[in-house]
DNA sequence: CTGAAAGCGCTTACAG
DNA sequence: CTGAAAGCGCTTACAG
């Protein structure tokens, strides 16, 4: 009871091989009995094309490789379902790689021969994808790329300087004066920062920073020492919503309440900021539509390789819960 | 600059394209030197063997299908990470997908030729897992099969009944004599339920049930209802930490005091009770065991694979934090 | 230990 | 519209 092959299908037919490869195809070149027939003995042998065998043929795989530093954070599985029916739709199939626990992952994948590439989120190290660029098609969605990547590829990413602009805009008209931001780090840690003291100064307003990885424990360390400074601040924007909650652990832990005496807003709006418990005000940065536009850069770029490469941004969106409110009076 | 072949390295080596092969898949019968040769000429050429067409030959794929419900439930990344680096170790690719988006993954992985399945965590509907285990070697982890799935395949899942049981003690052991339980649906939350309406009753106490899908949304709901009881129970196990994060929210709405007034007890660990504002008491479901056993399972079944299916039950461990105290007095 | 040949299951020109 | 042939890049007996 071995598979049944074109070979089988085609004998049951009583037609040619290639006749039920035309078949497969859907080409116009087959008559509406034959077409039939040979459906009629798929169908009766429950006959799969293998799908190995068609790659070898046809040198290109269908698949495409989808490389994230760390499936534990949410954000980056909102990207991957604006981005997976796009694929979806296109006969393309994803496979899925968290470069935390195997870094060589675009390496892999090229190994692999995917036909295409999608970078989401912050790698540590991009040298690897650089690498892998140069031979498959590759985009990075909701990263941006940093003075020294030597990578000319497409990116899809939130705006992050309108993002940061609208959290600074909210804190400012609830009246806040002293504003901190725990910055992240990376391409998309110094964007955020920058546009942070840029929309601050703007505002006639004092900015603090505090940097770390984007971590909640970054946020609870940065959120002690802010809060115990002779002139703490009323507000902190965070660089994500973990370190976020590590701010407001702090505050508790400090015994100052939020949101009368601190307003915090994280960025990223991930499900942990939807939480009840936590009503964290944060920014939506559209990580499903980054996703989505990814996959059709991607579907661009594979139609055409040589097309220069571009740059994507998003616009992000406030989302106001329980975690922000105008500064304590005096 | 097509890529190279076994052709090409054979002819830079100055040896036959089966001299190669056998190089490639560390063949004893080939002399040191011609080895170095040809290794030589590999790396000269930067060659790269084809998965594709070695996997055509071979006649198997060297990837495992892992199907999970829902990637933003983080306990599925936790059996992952326990999965992995047996599989890797053993040669074999893991290839993802979400059951929630793609309900047929396991019939597409079937015809990808996977050359196993692993489906972790409990899947709304196992019918399409039965028929595609009929063909390919598969292992189910982190759940169990309920008397109506008709599916004859190895099982490691962590010991509900005892993990529930430790819950029910800690709590019994704190004083507490009214206990409720978020009771989740399917297979593991009937086990859960049994197992606590045993323990509580073996302890001479008092249980109390509200049944859901378990998600924050159903243990805030159930914390409404129990908590506006005319005897509102004083400790509460919740089918997993969402829903106990629901119940927070509840108690903290209706002005609920946890641990003070309420013990609340979560399951599965997962990374949510651990951060800081939450600090939930939980059931650590030992869900890295769960993975890993699950992959050595796998890999068994793989060598042979009439055994007879195998049950393996990894033993929990109660996390004690915040969120339980002994109950008020009075 | 080595080399020539057939085959894995499909697709792709190419001649009818 | 159809059929016979070659080929995708490997592996696998098989004869030397």
Known sequence: MTRPTIRSVAARAGVSKSLVS???QDSP?????????VLAAMDELGYRPDPTARSLAQGRTRAVGLVLDDLRNPWFVDVLEGLRPVLHEAGLRPVLAESRSEPEAP???????VDGL???????DLSVVADVARSVPTVLAGTRLGPDDALDVDVVAGDDARGVGLAVEHLLALGHRRLAHVAGTGPVGR???E??????????????VEVGPMTEDT???AGRALLTRPEPPTAVLASNDAAAVGLLAAAADLGVDVPARLSVVGYDDTSIAALRAVA??????AAHEVGRLAGVRLLARLEDPAAPADLQLVAPRLVVRGTTAPPPRG
């Open 280 to 285: 964290l005000t944060s920014v939506d940065n």
């Open 219 to 221: 946020g609870h360390r």
């Open 22 to 24: 035309l078949v497969l």
């Open 118 to 124: 999608v970078v989401i989120g912050t790698l540590p």
């Open 191 to 193: 964007l955020r920062r």
């Open 107 to 113: 390496r892999t994948f090229a190994d692999l021969r």
């Open 195 to 208: 546009a942070f003291e840029r929309a601050v100064r703007a505002g006639g307003a004092t900015a603090l």
């Open 29 to 37: 070149k087959v008559s509406p009995e034959r077409r039939a027939a």
